[in-house]
């Protein structure tokens, strides 16, 4: 399922139309990463949490030539899904 159609169904679900529903989500996906981005975490019950960790810094393999490289710290988003969620799978 990509974005267009999972405005589709929200759509029909909701009895929006495409458009106000494609404007609900991107305005839910832009909170949510900035929420994230300054450190929150966004926690929605029975479906998930996001949020960011940081990865430590460490030493990697370059494969093409086999030379060891430093890999930086730093900060990614993470999801984890609640545990209605989980139930589903």
Known sequence: MNKAD?????????????????????AFT?????????????????FGSFHSITRKARTG??????????I???SVPKFTPGKEFRDKL
């Open 72 to 74: 930086p710290e730093k």
């Open 30 to 46: 832009d909170t949510v990463m900035q929420a994230v981005a300054d450190g929150e975490k966004v926690s929605l019950v029975g």
């Open 61 to 70: 393999r370059n494969p093409a030539t086999g030379q060891q490289i430093d």
């Open 6 to 26: 999972l405005v589709r169904a929200i759509a029909s679900e909701t009895n929006m139309t495409f458009r106000d529903t494609e404007a609900v989500l991107k």
